[in-house]
């Protein structure tokens, strides 16, 4: 394409359109997703990260994670069990990212995985958080710029014996 003329012509549209806002930047991303039944619940990818992650409303919990991962593997059930606890609290989304198949956006960075990052609502800074903490209640009661919704553990029906 830039090469096709040795005047430069071509080189010199390309950069006025790329200053004119013409030219798409190249974004490595998956479909989005379809909505899934529980919006507290988000599976990201690069073309909808922003509009997720960026929502001053929300806390917003994010795994970096690659599909042929062990530790990944093994942090998905607690992970998936902690966003179905919280799928009730309007206030906070529990997101992840296949960080393989898509451009993870600044400033995020991904060194080895998973990588779990905390985003309150009220700061919009990424604090890169410990996999212990990423499925840790209590951490994100603390954390969290909006009060935590937390379900009531159900009672525990009491024995005849112990009546």
């Not at 798409?24 to 992650?53: C, G, M, Q, W």
């Not at 994670?65 to 998905?76: D, F, I, N, Q, V």
């Not at 609502?121 to 969290?144: F, N």
Request: proline share 8%; hydrophobic share 30%.
């Amino acid at each position: 394409f830039l090469c096709s003329s040795r005047d430069g012509k071509a080189l010199e549209n390309f950069l006025q359109d790329y200053f004119d806002g013409k030219v798409k930047r190249y974004l490595k991303s998956e479909p989005i997703p379809r909505i899934t039944a529980a919006p507290s619940r988000s599976t990201l990818v690069a073309e909808n990260f922003d509009s997720i992650v960026n929502d001053d409303s929300k806390d917003v919990l994010i795994e970096f994670y690659a599909p042929w991962c062990g530790h990944c593997k093994s942090l998905e059930p607690k992970y998936k069990e902690l966003g179905e606890g919280l799928s009730g609290d309007p206030n906070i989304v529990i997101a992840k990212m296949d960080a393989t198949a898509n451009d993870v956006p600044s400033p995020y960075e991904v060194s080895g995985f998973p990588t779990i990052y905390f985003s309150p609502a009220d700061k919009r800074t990424a604090q890169e958080i410990q996999r212990e903490s990423a499925t840790s209640v209590s951490y994100l009661k603390r954390e969290a710029s909006n009060p935590l919704v937390v379900p009531d553990e159900p009672k525990k029906k009491k024995k005849k014996s112990e009546l």
